[in-house]
């Protein structure tokens, strides 16, 4: 008899202590909840061993990761419905060891351990990334920005479209294009900074160089771009070559504390100080002050998290760092701005652009599955569905305001205290 779904719905929901929101397709072709919700498709009892061994976020990520998970039907849906059990508890949800202390949650949990087979612990998929340190040290950073980025300049291709920015883009018209919209967003930095012929620009953390052929094309400045990634510095030095801007712009594989050919007229830092880490942050944010003329700017663009009552409570999200950005942190917004001024600079405006993030979220989650089974050619069927997840997760990450993006210029202002912007200095909107 095939009773596996029933059987598992009803054991989540005691587990839970509330109705579980979606509809169970298990591997024995049994279903069982709400028939017009999105399916929670248990393609193996394996998926639940990873549960019990690792239960939370990071079991569910293996367990989809390795395809003993799947959703049938919309996956942001799926997500929504999920998101009060897994990312919208709050710091006052419960422990595992506190659950368990609920009789009815422990008869809950043996009546999984009945359903899922052999005692055995599966082995986490391959693309986890395994470590019991988080030290931004060079070589760790290099190791975790390679494990991102390194996967295959194709892969981005088909997720970031023509333009090759890996950031959030900028929609003054919601209905424009993504390359129009990320065209806004490097035209925008570009104005904040106040760029001009002439004029030297240090671009961190610069991706596929994007960034550095914008701002050399269309302001005519002089740009040096590092990135630890080496596929990403081969696909932008070809860029730079087509482009015919090899006399302006140089890309360089260099971590951001190696940089020693200062000044420079201003910096950009776009979606590049989410790798930094927290303990690192006022060195970060210092270097790049050195590294400044007297007067000169920085547009630093960065995800943000919620702030919590108790910031010793905050901990790196399994999924994400496993998966996804191995060492990665995300501070509040206030943190950031606080290390920026420690480090001696002065802040003169944020700018919180969370909507178009998960617009531009919206529109590479479409380009993966539009393309899917070549993504998974090329980088492997773990890969594209950790790239699906993450991206969809933080659509609605961004929409429920649980994380944010913003860009924040800060000047290097003078002792004479001219800072060179004007007294409205919102004048590139």
């Not at 029933?6 to 054991?11: F, M, N, S, V």
């Not at 190696?258 to 201003?266: K, M, S």
């Not at 100080?273 to 590294?291: D, F, I, P, S």
């Not at 399994?318 to 998966?323: L, M, S, T, V």
Request: glycine fraction near 8%; include cysteine; charge should be neutral.
């Amino acid at each position: 008899m095939a009773d596996a779904a029933p059987r598992l719905h009803a054991l989540v929901q005691q587990l839970l202590g509330a109705p579980f929101p979606l509809r169970i397709r298990a591997w024995d072709g049994s279903q069982a909840g709400p028939p017009d919700a999105p399916a929670l498709v248990v393609r193996h009892r394996r998926a639940i061993r990873r549960l019990l061994f690792k239960p939370g976020e990071l079991g569910l990520a293996r367990a989809w990761v390795a395809g003993d998970l799947d959703v049938e039907g919309d996956l942001y849906t799926a997500l929504d419905l999920l998101s009060g059990h897994i990312w919208d508890r709050g710091e006052n949800a419960r422990t595992l060891a506190e659950a368990l202390r609920d009789p009815d949650v422990r008869a809950a949990v043996r009546g999984l351990l009945r359903l899922a087979g052999p005692p055995l612990p599966p082995a986490p998929p391959p693309e986890e990334v395994r470590r019991t340190t988080h030290l931004h040290t060079r070589r760790t950073d290099r190791r975790a920005i390679s494990h991102h980025y390194d996967v295959g300049n194709d892969f981005y291709e088909i997720v970031l479209g023509p333009s090759m920015v890996y950031s959030c883009a900028y929609w003054p018209d919601p209905d424009a294009g993504l390359e129009e919209a990320q065209h806004d967003k490097l035209e925008l930095v570009c104005r904040k900074l106040a760029l001009a012929p002439g004029q030297r620009l240090l671009d961190v953390g610069c991706g596929w160089g994007s960034m550095a052929i914008h701002a050399a094309r269309e302001h005519g400045v002089g740009v040096v771009g590092i990135t630890l990634s080496q596929e990403q510095a081969a696909y932008a030095r070809k860029r730079v070559a087509d482009a015919g801007l090899t006399d302006r712009v140089e890309i360089r594989v260099q971590d951001y504390r190696d940089v020693t050919d200062g000044p420079y007229d201003a910096i950009s830092s776009i979606g590049m100080a989410e790798h930094v880490g927290a303990e690192t942050y006022l060195e970060y944010a210092g270097v790049l002050h050195a590294l400044l003329r007297p007067g000169g700017r920085l547009l630093n663009h960065q995800i943000a998290r919620r702030p919590r009552r108790e910031e010793s409570s905050y901990e790196i999200d399994e999924f994400i760092d496993a998966y996804v950005f191995p060492d990665g942190e995300l501070a509040p917004l206030g943190s950031t701005v606080t290390q920026l001024e420690r480090a001696g600079f002065e802040v003169r405006d944020v700018e919180s652009i969370r909507e178009h993030y998960a617009l531009t979220l919206r529109h590479w989650v479409a380009r993966l599955e539009a393309d899917w089974h070549r993504a998974v050619r090329l980088t492997g069927a773990g890969r594209a569905r950790v790239w699906r997840l993450y991206m969809a997760a933080s659509v609605l990450a961004f929409e429920r305001h649980r994380i944010g993006v913003n860009q924040v210029l800060a000047v290097r202002t003078p002792p004479s205290g001219t800072s060179g912007l004007p007294l409205r200095s919102r004048t590139w909107n």
